[in-house]
Structure formats: structure tokens, C-alpha cells
């Protein structure tokens, strides 16, 4: 057999960093599939795939007895996870730090990704204070990261907003996530 061409994608790191900084979906799935192959070692197809992922969550101490997980990306309205799954995943994430690469790919209010230009976002007190992963569709607005307030400490927060019409999102002068963040970030 012979090498007729080979292809290296960039490593690890950076294709999150990209996938985290720009909100890139088919790079969540591609990345979930890669992952769950690796850890079953062989191929899987799609139904396959998030099993394992849930698997490996609940190796690391993640309960999703009562979670669906649908695809990787979270664009699935099949996808069920409350705040404290999110919240799980996310304490998991800051007390290892064979995982800290994840938490300095988030991006940062009005510094960098889909928090960059994000109104109330990137000024003061939020803009450069939060790191977040955002994730949004029709009616649904979440935000999951952390936050430092202004005693120095850092904070982890999960935000999970549904039922938001159109309407109500144009009548808001804030974002319900910034005017609550902002809210904390005075925390003695």
C-alpha cells in the first residue's frame, strides 16, 4: 500500500480554540466524533457517538441518568441538560488542570469570539471579566464560563434562558445574562 496523500490537521488545541472562539458547530461535531472514537477505539455512528460522550462524562463523575444529549453541538432541541449538568461539566473542567487549555480557549467579553461584540459584553464591568461559552437559537440564550468579580475571585455561573420571543429579546435594554452578571460581579 502506498501513501497517495496525507493530510495533519492542526493540533488539538488550536482546532478548539477555533471551535470555542467562533461558536463552529460542525467542528463540535466533528471534534465529539473524533473523541468518542478514541475512547471506544473504533468507528461509531451518530447515535453511537453521544453515548459514548456521556460515557466518558460519567467517568469523570458526571451524572446524565436523567439527560439526553443529542449531538455535539448543542443545535439539537432533543438536547436536555440542566444548569447543573452544565455546571458539573464546568467545575470538572476548572479543578483539573490537564483541562485548563479548555477555560483559556472561552472567549473573553469584548476581547475575543462570540463575546467580543456582544452588547453590555464588551464594556465595563463585564468586558474582560467574563469568559463564557455562548449558545443560542430561537428562544434559547445560554451563557456557561466564569467570571471575576471585583474582590479578585473567580466565579463559575451557568445562565440557561428559554421561551424568548423576538419581541421580549427587542424590549430588553439588557440582556437578562449581563444585568444578572453585572449584578454579581460586586460580590464581597
Known amino acids: 500500500l502506498a ?4 493530510h495533519l490537521s492542526a493540533p488539538l488545541t488550536d482546532l478548539i480554540d477555533e471551535m470555542l472562539l467562533k461558536s463552529d458547530n460542525l467542528m463540535a461535531e466533528a ?13 461509531l455512528n451518530f447515535n453511537q457517538t453521544t453515548k459514548a460522550f456521556v460515557a466518558m462524562l460519567q467517568e469523570l463523575g458526571i451524572d446524565l441518568t436523567i439527560a439526553n ?6 443545535l439539537s432541541r432533543y438536547n436536555l441538560l440542566s ?15 490537564s483541562y485548563q487549555f479548555l477555560i483559556n480557549s472561552y472567549p473573553v467579553a469584548g476581547k475575543s ?10 464594556k465595563p464591568p463585564l468586558k474582560h471579566k467574563v469568559m463564557a461559552k455562548t449558545g443560542s437559537m430561537l428562544g434559547v440564550a445560554n451563557l ?3 467570571f ?9 455561573f451557568v445562565l440557561i434562558e428559554n421561551g424568548l420571543s423576538p419581541q421580549i429579546k427587542r424590549m430588553q435594554k439588557a440582556p437578562f445574562s449581563a444585568v444578572l452578571l453585572q449584578g454579581l460581579m460586586d460580590i464581597p
Open 69 to 74: 444529549v443529542a449531538d455535539g453541538s448543542g
Open 113 to 122: 469570539g462570540t463575546l467580543k461584540y456582544k452588547r453590555y459584553f464588551n
Open 144 to 146: 456557561a464560563g466564569q
Open 31 to 43: 471534534l465529539l466524533r473524533t473523541s468518542a472514537e478514541k475512547y471506544v477505539n473504533h468507528p
Open 83 to 97: 444548569a447543573e449538568h452544565v455546571m458539573s461539566v464546568l467545575k470538572v473542567i476548572a479543578s483539573d488542570p
Open 148 to 156: 471575576v468579580a471585583s474582590n479578585g475571585k473567580t466565579y463559575l
Open 3 to 6: 501513501i497517495i496523500a496525507r
